[in-house]
T-cell receptor, first 115, second 112 residues
Framework: NAGVMQNPRHLVRRRGQEARLRCSPM?????VYWYRQLPEEGLKFMVY????????ESGMPKERFSAEFPKEGPSILRIQQVVRGDSAAYFC?????????????FGDGTRLSIL | QKEVEQDPGPLSVPEGAIVSLNCTYS??????FMWYRQYSRKGPELLMY????GNKEDGRFTAQVDKSSKYISLFIRDSQPSDSATYLC????????????FGKGITLSVRP
């Protein structure tokens, strides 16, 4: 399945550490979206990126969170100085270029646990 | 009022039953609609994608959209134990690739 690849699948961090989550989109896709899923909650949009550009970061917390999608390599969601409330499943989705409102395809997520 | 409301669960049905899953929304800017299925510890898997009012059928699944009532449904015919999963409705605005807004999801269990 040459789908959206996320790693690591599970990540454990202590409070105050940094977490880096990686996402490789489906082959041929150049649009990447990050969502967060808290227990008993639906997925919440965080950020939408194209290569080297942040298009919409309206769902991203203003502090400690950042995202990038460099020209080469995967998209990275970075959380600095993690706190217990950051514990969640983080999902990445991708869609192809040139198609307005193309459906988004998701990876299997990174489950972040904060000790 | 939340932008997207999804019927709360969980829902348990016997094998072979017809299942109806529903979502309502308040934002008329939503123009395209999706249903995703999510198995435990996995990512959402796209089941149905629709852009207009009416019905769309794919095998045992039918998606229904009523934009005038701001109401969408997913019907599953001849439900199978393998359909046991969480079902999420999602919506997006027209005109450009953009964020999806999801319902909370409903967990379906199909009993053999």
């Amino acid at each position: 399945n040459a789908g959206v690849m996320q790693n690591p699948r599970h990540l454990v961090r202590r409070r105050g550490q940094e977490a880096r989550l990686r996402c490789s989109p489906m082959k041929g896709h150049s649009h990447v979206y990050w969502y967060r899923q808290l227990p008993e909650e639906g997925l919440k949009f965080m950020v939408y990126l194209q290569k080297e550009n942040i298009i919409d970061e309206s769902g991203m917390p203003k502090e400690r969170f950042s995202a990038e999608f460099p020209k080469e390599g995967p998209s990275i969601l970075r959380i600095q100085q993690v706190v217990r409330g950051d514990s969640a499943a983080y999902f990445c989705a991708s869609s192809p270029p040139g198609q307005v409102n193309a459906p988004q395809h998701f990876g299997d997520g990174t489950r972040l646990s904060i000790l | 009022q939340k932008e997207v409301e999804q019927d709360p669960g969980p829902l348990s049905v016997p094998e072979g039953a017809i299942v109806s899953l529903n979502c309502t929304y308040s934002n008329s800017a939503f123009q395209y609609f999706m249903w995703y299925r999510q198995y435990s510890r996995k990512g959402p898997e796209l089941l149905m994608y629709t852009y207009s009012s009416g019905n769309k059928e794919d095998g045992r699944f039918t998606a229904q959209v009523d934009k005038s009532s701001k109401y969408i449904s997913l019907f599953i015919r001849d439900s199978q134990p393998s359909d046991s999963a969480t079902y999420l409705c999602a919506m997006g605005r027209a005109g450009a690739n953009s964020k999806l807004t999801f319902g909370k999801g409903i967990t379906l269990s199909v009993r053999p």
